[in-house]
């Protein structure tokens, strides 16, 4: 793999887990602010749910917990119009990720030159890999060779890109 196509892995895999990190906290969010919505409209089981998982989960006493749980109860009636605008947002942004991803994976291979070195896609000129090398190839079998990508660009007396070609060079194993 080329440097790009390390590079392009890695920001996909990073992208990958900044969206589950997003959905972590989305359902995170979505789950409290359910409670919430229980509590904010006099359930006194949800209520209760809560007092009892503050004294359990942060050591309080009762009477602490359940003043804990009241502010809870207020913050979620003064900021719950809050939560519709983050959910809205983080689905944009998800959304913008996932488009993005499946973009650049089924972008053409000349369009992708054309941008990584800044060229017209006419001047990108891309060589069919050769199968030779392939387990299905006559003979049937390992070739114990591989073709390896090479990519090339020349520039002209200014020193900007002019042409890319990609061609493919057999290496045996």
Not at 4 to 14: K, N, Q, R
Not at 124 to 136: G, L, R, S
Request: proline share 2%.
């Amino acid at each position: 793999m080329s440097e790009i196509e390390i590079t392009i892995a890695i920001v996909v895999l990073e992208i990958g887990i900044a969206l589950l990190v997003l959905v972590a906290v989305y359902l995170g969010v979505r789950s409290d602010r359910m409670e919430n919505k229980a509590i904010q409209a006099g359930d006194s089981e949800a209520f209760n749910k809560r007092v009892r998982t503050l004294m359990q989960e942060h050591s309080y006493s009762e009477e602490k917990a359940r003043a804990a749980a009241q502010r809870i109860k207020n913050s979620s009636r003064r900021y719950g119009s809050a939560i519709p605008k983050i959910d809205a947002f983080l689905w944009k942004i998800g959304g913008l990720a996932v488009l993005g991803f499946f973009v650049w994976v089924f972008l053409p291979v000349k369009t992708k030159y054309s941008l990584e070195y800044g060229v017209d896609s006419s001047n990108v000129i891309v060589e069919d890999k050769p199968h030779k090398c392939d387990w299905e190839t006559a003979p049937l079998g390992a070739k114990n060779c591989h073709y390896e990508k090479d990519v090339t660009v020349t520039k002209d007396s200014a020193g900007k890109n002019t042409n890319v070609y990609v061609t493919w060079n057999r290496k045996e194993d």
